[in-house]
């Protein structure tokens, strides 16, 4: 079964709305966000052969190349990559001088058009640099960030549309993740993944239920071992005094006792006659207790 990342992003390059009608925006996103993104070198590396191909085909679809695009499959001992390159200089530039004249000073809520914009824009960052995981194990979003100074781009968008991003680091990448189921959710079907992000709602509510579930039962177990521990002490204080040595008013709840082993206290008082409270029970058994306290003192 495909990964929840790889999920994700064919949720996203299905939408063929974005592409339509807010190109620039994805486009910006998936490649500022991949590799590498300079006149020098410009190139995407993903696990996510879509997600490659789809690269490949946006950087000649934004303005006319001279050279050549390059898609090549390698296999480190991690597992299957793709790297996409830019393979002609003057490609490169006029690519990376496009986005310069349109966002010549990063992007903005209102730079982007607003909401659609915003999506559009985030959704070609995860498709970059983003990944999830399955929130079976636990709920985690994250964008690896190649490059220090795309840090405060995209925590800046995200806090204009309402998200709390949290940031840490690995080896040489600054990651801003996600944690919080909530916000996971909010966040990839503003991407463009709302059949995922009900699919993440549907699995916490289950595992919400069975954690209740475990803890009820494991509350009802801890009970039972209580009670049956009790249950013991009782009928070895019992067995140690002799029935027939008991006062009379606390035989009957002896002999109750020892024939009713695994009742708790309430089901034994409803069984006397008359039926005593569960408090009242218990201050008998106490009684029996120090009776027997008694025996083995020898006093």
Same mark, same amino acid.
């Given at each position: 079964?495909?990964?929840?990342?790889?999920?994700?992003?064919?949720? $996203? *390059? +299905?939408?063929?709305?974005?592409?339509?009608?807010?190109?620039?925006?994805? #486009?910006?996103? @998936?490649?500022? =966000?991949?590799?590498?993104?300079?006149?020098?070198?410009?190139?995407?590396?993903?696990?996510?052969?879509?997600?490659?191909?789809?690269?490949?085909?946006?950087?000649?679809?934004?303005?006319?190349?001279?050279?050549?695009?390059?898609?090549?499959?390698?296999?480190?001992?991690?597992?299957?990559?793709?790297?996409?390159?830019?393979?002609?200089?003057?490609?490169?530039?006029?690519?990376?001088?496009?986005?310069?004249?349109?966002?010549?000073?990063?992007?903005?809520?209102?730079?982007?058009?607003?909401?659609?914009?915003?999506?559009?824009?985030?959704?070609?960052?995860?498709?970059?640099?983003?990944?999830?995981?399955?929130?079976?194990?636990?709920?985690?979003?994250?964008?690896?960030?190649?490059?220090?100074?795309?840090?405060?781009?995209?925590?800046? $968008? *995200? +806090?204009?549309?309402?998200?709390?991003?949290?940031?840490?680091?690995?080896? #040489?990448?600054? @990651?801003?993740? =996600?944690?919080?189921?909530?916000?996971?959710?909010?966040?990839?079907t503003l991407m463009?993944?709302?059949?995922?992000?009900?699919?993440?709602?549907?699995?916490?509510?289950?595992?919400?239920?069975?954690?209740?579930?475990?803890?009820?039962?494991?509350?009802?177990?801890?009970?039972?071992?209580?009670?049956?521990?009790?249950?013991?002490?009782?009928?070895?204080?019992?067995?140690?005094?002799?029935?027939?040595?008991?006062?009379?008013?606390?035989?009957?709840?002896?002999?109750?006792?020892?024939?009713?082993?695994?009742?708790?206290?309430?089901?034994?008082?409803?069984?006397?006659?008359?039926?005593?409270s569960r408090s009242?029970?218990?201050?008998?058994?106490?009684?029996?207790?120090?009776?027997?306290?008694?025996?083995?003192?020898?006093?």
């Open positions: 079964m495909p990964s929840f990342t790889t999920r994700a992003k064919d949720e $996203i *390059l +299905s939408d063929k709305s974005v592409r339509q009608h807010y190109k620039n925006q994805q #486009s910006y996103g @998936i490649m500022v =966000f991949s590799r590498e993104f300079s006149g020098e070198k410009m190139e995407m590396l993903t696990r996510e052969l879509r997600a490659a191909r789809y690269y490949s085909q946006l950087v000649q679809s934004v303005t006319p190349l001279g050279g050549t695009v390059t898609l090549r499959e390698e296999r480190p001992a991690g597992g299957t990559l793709y790297r996409v390159s830019v393979d002609d200089l003057s490609d490169r530039r006029s690519l990376h001088n496009y986005f310069a004249m349109l966002y010549p000073e990063g992007v903005t809520f209102d730079l982007l058009g607003g909401d659609s914009g915003v999506a559009a824009f985030l959704g070609g960052v995860f498709l970059a640099c983003g990944t999830l995981s399955d929130p079976e194990n636990k709920f985690h979003l994250e964008f690896a960030l190649h490059r220090e100074e795309l840090t405060p781009m995209l925590t800046g $968008i *995200l +806090s204009e549309v309402g998200f709390q991003p949290l940031l840490s680091h690995r080896r #040489s990448q600054t @990651i801003v993740y =996600f944690n919080e189921s909530s916000q996971i959710e909010d966040l990839l463009g993944c709302p059949i995922l992000s009900m699919e993440m709602m549907t699995t916490k509510i289950i595992k919400e239920r069975r954690n209740a579930a475990n803890r009820a039962s494991n509350c009802d177990n801890a009970n039972i071992e209580r009670q049956s521990r009790a249950s013991e002490e009782q009928i070895e204080a019992i067995n140690l005094i002799g029935v027939d040595s008991l006062p009379e008013e606390l035989r009957e709840l002896a002999e109750v006792r020892l024939e009713n082993p695994y009742d708790s206290l309430r089901e034994l008082g409803a069984r006397l006659s008359p039926p005593l009242g029970v218990n201050h008998r058994m106490e009684r029996i207790f120090a009776l027997a306290e008694r025996v083995k003192n020898g006093t």
